[in-house]
């Protein structure tokens, strides 16, 4: 849903009449609709102080990594410009290894506390946290304050052949592979889980050992759409039955890439398919 929406908001934005027609939408739970359940972490150098657009559900927060020795990165570490390695006399008595990460034009060094003494590597980052559904209710108001529109409904084939469509963007994630007009074989449901805790007292948690003090409030599970041959942005152009042409552009295939680990993605992929859909009208004018 979210390559969806953002795909759908640029369009808009740059003059198109945009509507969604999708089975789910935000604040909907179902196992095919696996983006209430994601969880995201955006690895990137997004300078650490912006701010801006609090209600997108983003923000900064520290992440750190733990390894039980220190790594062999072999003789040539291509990412050596990216951190700093940290003077024994910096580090935690017991720990052997730390590094501290460059991001943007800043060094963030490891704040290293008593619990952390049990671990023999220890490095720190500053990555941007997703709200995941608050992020796609965002990025719907967005959509439908450009004047867009969007429809509930169970999408069948039956719509390519409406006369008044021009052009269709399939995002249909893990059902691309069933739905008619795509039956894209190399998409298969991978499983993905998380889940919500209440703790609002701490920052970070010890993940080895169960915390029973933690107040789990749901298990979230989805069919995340993994694709064998990667994503999918591309244009077709098809006829409907009366034989008028119309642009299909595809973008699905995502798996977890949509938001998690590298949400940069999705709008890589939904600007890529509205580059490929002016190109393909310039084309046909």
């Known amino acids: 849903m979210i390559n969806c929406l953002t795909t759908a908001l640029i369009l808009q934005r740059n003059g198109f009449l945009v509507e969604i027609l999708s089975e789910y939408?935000?604040?909907?739970?179902?196992?095919?609709?696996?983006?209430?359940?994601?969880?995201?972490?955006?690895?990137?150098?997004?300078?650490?102080?912006?701010?801006?657009?609090?209600?997108?559900?983003?923000?900064?927060?520290?992440?750190?990594?733990?390894?039980?020795?220190?790594?062999?990165?072999?003789?040539?570490?291509w990412f050596k410009d990216f951190f700093r390695v940290i003077p024994?006399?910096?580090l935690t008595s017991g720990v052997e290894y730390g590094v501290s990460y460059v991001t943007g034009s800043q060094l963030i060094y490891i704040q290293i506390s008593a619990f952390m003494q049990i671990t023999h590597f220890e490095c720190l980052l500053i990555i941007v946290s997703l709200n995941v559904q608050k992020y796609?209710?965002?990025?719907?108001?967005?959509?439908?304050?450009?004047?867009?529109k969007r429809k509930k409904v169970h999408l069948n084939e039956s719509f390519f052949n409406d006369d008044e469509i021009d052009m269709v963007v399939n995002c249909t994630g893990v059902n691309a592979r069933t739905f008619s007009g795509v039956m894209d074989?190399?998409?298969?449901?991978?499983?993905?889980?998380?889940?919500?805790?209440?703790?609002?007292h701490i920052k970070t948690v010890h993940i080895?050992?169960?915390?029973?003090?933690?107040?789990?409030?749901?298990?979230?599970?989805?069919?995340?759409?993994?694709?064998?041959?990667?994503?999918?942005?591309?244009?077709?152009?098809?006829?409907?039955?009366?034989?008028?042409?119309?642009?299909?552009?595809?973008n699905y295939g995502h798996h977890f890439y949509g938001n998690a680990f590298k949400n940069t993605k999705d709008w890589d992929s939904c600007l890529e398919a509205f580059k490929l859909i002016e190109e393909n009208i310039q084309r046909n004018i």
């Not at 095919?32 to 983003?58: F, K, Q, V």
């Open 25 to 77: 939408w935000p604040g909907d739970l179902n196992i095919n609709y696996s983006n209430p359940c994601a969880a995201a972490a955006w690895r990137a150098s997004l300078y650490i102080e912006d701010e801006r657009n609090p209600e997108t559900g983003l923000m900064c927060v520290q992440i750190y990594d733990f390894m039980d020795k220190k790594p062999d990165f072999g003789s040539d570490i």
């Open 88 to 90: 024994l006399e910096e």
């Open 136 to 148: 796609q209710q965002w990025l719907l108001d967005q959509f439908i304050a450009s004047g867009g």
């Open 185 to 200: 074989n190399t998409v298969l449901p991978s499983r993905g889980q998380t889940i919500s805790v209440w703790a609002p």
């Open 208 to 250: 080895l050992t169960k915390d029973k003090s933690l107040q789990i409030i749901r298990h979230n599970v989805g069919r995340r759409p993994y694709r064998k041959n990667g994503i999918r942005v591309e244009v077709e152009i098809t006829k409907n039955a009366t034989y008028k042409d119309v642009i299909i552009c595809h």
